[in-house]
């Protein structure tokens, strides 16, 4: 191939242009690294202009360096169209006021059939178009809050989703869903069961793993049952409402700050941890798994406390962690420092002078453990007790992510440490609870075929 490409800006653009190909051409591409057959795909803000990406005939995406292409032919041409028709939503006195509010991810994606591509195109009439059967639990009103993939979460997002909870509430709603990208979803669903308490209505927060019209999709089944349960549900809690098992069976209700996001593809990612989920939820019912939630109330006495220290870290350590880590946090002006340790809740010997000097400045350092099940105990090791000398606070059982967002929370109210302390202590929304039941230890939540097994023993 000639050297087109070269001293161009766009390298890439440039040899599409010479070989006539169009982005979205469906393309024959031989290379030096050998021949490919699929759709050129548009280049995202984020690559660079020396390769072209591509879709394969096998669904994943590869970007091809423009230097190793020897020629291109276009064999077809698949623009794609990114519409759902808008549809309005239908409305029946008899049934309950729900609002969707939408902040993104790939709920709130669809995928163009042609081209396999992923595209960010929310709008809530959308969302309602592809998924009539809402019309059954509630009268939806929707309401786009804003539109990122949700590892672009930031805290001003968390305050305007609590604000925004808030008000809804106030104009008297009788539940909230929000529609949220899966990767961060455990983190906003922490933040808000404390940004947002007392509330008389069910927060129910739901994403997909796949998007809306992938025929594998979760999200039309975990909108359903999501909008079921913040129309018809007890549980006046924020939860997050996903698949259950790996097939449509049912969704869970996982307490918000005990839920996590564990596996990076299934449908079935979200397990409650240390404990047992607040219920099952089907098209037709609510299977209730326990009863000490906060139940549904007709006032509208909700607290609001949108606060957020963003000044906050969380350090996952690893052995042979330096205390540089440590010490840049504190040189950078940190506040407060998670630290995710191993076992019960320990790091190395390195790192003592480290958190010695956090303390002397003022810093407030949480531990918690990475093996998520199971509770901090400084008490069992001297390694634990010299480190709560050095003024680390053991942070029970609340989850790494959990103790990051109300640490943030907390020092965003206060700088005075000792109330900050009792803050952290003090369950709030079950971050922190007396015992684990044995059966929160991974039964009970289906997804692998003997837990599907057990499940169907104990229903009978
Ligand atoms: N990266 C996406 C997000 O968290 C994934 C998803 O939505 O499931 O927004």
């Known amino acids: ?4 490409y070269k ?5 890439a653009l440039a040899i599409l242009k010479e070989n006539s190909v169009r982005v979205w051409s469906d393309v024959e591409m031989n290379t030096n690294r050998g021949d490919f057959k699929g759709i050129i795909l548009p ?3 984020t690559s660079d202009s020396n390769h072209i990406v591509m879709k394969l005939r096998n669904g994943y995406n590869i970007g091809i360096a ?34 969707l509010l939408g902040t993104g991810g790939t709920i709130a994606s669809r995928l163009d059939y042609r081209t396999g591509a992923v595209i960010p195109a929310f709008s809530p009439g959308e969302l309602y178009g592809s998924v009539p059967e809402l019309a059954d639990y509630c009268n939806l009103e929707t309401e786009k809050i804003c539109g990122v993939f949700s590892e672009n979460i930031e805290p001003k997002h968390w305050k305007i989703i609590a604000n925004s909870i808030g ?21 906003t669903s922490a933040v808000l069961s404390f940004m947002v308490q007392n509330s008389p209505v069910p927060i129910v927060m739901v994403g997909s793993q796949r998007s809306s019209d ?9 909108l359903i049952h999501a909008i079921k349960t913040a129309a018809e549900s007890d549980i006046a809690e924020t939860m997050v409402c996903m698949f259950g098992p790996t097939s449509d069976q049912y969704g869970l209700l996982h307490r918000g700050t005990r839920v996590r996001k564990m596996h990076s593809s299934y449908r079935s990612t979200f397990r409650t941890i240390s404990d047992i989920p607040l219920a099952m939820v089907d098209k037709e019912k609510f299977t209730y798994l326990r009863n000490d939630y906060n139940k549904r109330r007709s006032d509208k006495n909700v607290i609001i406390t949108p606060t957020f220290e963003e000044k906050v870290s969380i350090v996952y350590y690893y052995p042979n962690m330096q205390p540089d880590i440590i010490d840049s946090l504190i040189d950078n002006g940190y506040k407060g420092i998670v630290i995710a340790g191993t076992g019960l809740g320990h790091v190395n010997k390195p790192l003592y002078p480290a958190l010695k000097r956090a303390k002397d400045k003022g810093v407030a350092v949480y531990m918690t453990v990475q093996t998520l099940w199971g509770y901090v105990q400084m008490y069992v090791y001297e390694t634990g007790r010299e480190m709560m000398q050095l003024g680390v606070i053991p942070a029970a059982n609340m989850l790494p992510e959990v103790t990051y967002v109300k640490l943030g929370w907390a020092l965003g109210q206060t700088n005075d440490l000792e109330k900050v302390k009792k803050i952290m202590l003090t369950p709030i929304a079950g971050e922190i609870t007396e015992r684990e039941p044995y059966n929160g230890y991974l039964i009970y939540q289906g997804g692998i075929p003997e837990v599907e097994e057990f499940l169907r023993g104990i229903k009978r």
């Open 1 to 4: 191939m000639s050297d087109i």
């Open 66 to 99: 423009v230097n190793t292409i020897q020629h291109i032919k276009e064999i077809d041409f698949k623009e794609a169209h990114y519409k759902i028709p808008e549809q309005d939503f239908p409305k029946d006195k008899h049934k309950s006021n729900v609002k």
């Open 167 to 187: 008000e809804e509430i106030k104009k008297g709603v009788k539940g909230i869903v929000i529609g949220h990208g899966t990767d961060v979803m455990h983190h």
């Open 214 to 222: 992938r025929p594998s999709s979760d999200a039309a089944l975990n």
């Open 7 to 11: 001293g161009y800006r766009e390298p």
């Open 43 to 45: 280049r995202s803000e």
